[in-house]
């Protein structure tokens, strides 16, 4: 079966650093997107990753190990605004999406 | 603004009645999609739609139908036969071809008792 595991939730501080992160088991692979999801709405993407390796992009980065089946996400410095659920999602072989339950981060001052 | 529109946001319905949600896009993709969420749970497939006049089932399309006769539009249809259908739905659309990165849409949150 096809499986991604996500930590349900994590608490981090107002500034801090925070590493969320993904592993993966699908029937194939062609890459691994972030979304964000904050509480009744529309997720909204982050990041995609198909070579490994970190991306960065602002406060966000995402990185990648296809031999691991493991990525995450990493946000530094911290805001209030970032407190949402993060879904990881892989791109198996049919080219559908398969998600993650998503990882609620509770940011406190 | 280019964007994806679903409506209502709020949708309560009686057991035994079908409901059709809405899912309109002008952002001229080719690719519709509809899942449900449910807490602690991933996002689930419902039915996507690559072109218009086409479309194919995903992990759980029982009790559920669409249609795509228009490429702006993917309306779904809960039917009475879906056996647990209250949960949050959310459609989404890609620009096709070898672009796989999916918008989506608000949602439509729906309650049946």
């Known amino acids: 079966g096809q499986n991604i595991d996500q930590p349900t939730e994590m608490t981090a501080t107002e500034g801090a650093i925070v590493q969320i992160n993904c592993t993966y088991q699908t029937s194939g692979f062609n890459g691994l997107f972030w979304y964000q999801q904050h509480a009744g709405e529309a997720p909204t993407f982050l990041s995609y990753?198909?070579l490994d390796g970190l991306e960065e992009k602002g406060r966000f980065s995402s990185f990648l190990s296809r031999s691991k089946g493991y990525s995450y996400l990493l946000l530094k410095e911290l805001q209030m605004k970032d407190s949402a659920s993060y879904l990881c999602?892989?791109?198996?072989?049919?080219?559908?999406?398969?998600w993650g339950a998503g990882t609620k981060l509770i940011i406190k001052p | 603004d280019g964007g994806i529109t679903q409506s209502p946001k709020y949708l309560f319905r009686k057991e035994g009645q079908n409901v059709t949600l809405s899912c309109e896009q002008n952002?001229?993709?080719?690719?519709m999609y509809w899942y449900r969420q449910d807490p602690g749970q991933g996002l689930r497939l419902i039915y996507y739609?690559?072109?218009?006049?086409?479309?194919q089932k995903g992990d759980i399309a029982e009790g559920y139908s669409v249609s795509r006769e228009k490429k702006e539009s993917f309306p779904l249809t809960v039917t009475s036969a879906q056996k647990n259908p209250t949960a949050f739905y959310l459609c989404?659309?890609?620009?096709?071809?070898?672009?796989?990165?999916?918008?989506f849409g608000p949602g439509t949150r729906l309650t049946v008792t």
């Open positions: 999602a892989v791109l198996d072989s049919n080219y559908q999406l398969i």
């Open positions: 739609s690559q072109i218009v006049n086409d479309f």
């Open positions: 952002l001229n993709h080719d690719a």
């Open positions: 989404a659309s890609s620009i096709g071809g070898d672009s796989y990165e999916q918008y």
């Open positions: 990753n198909v």
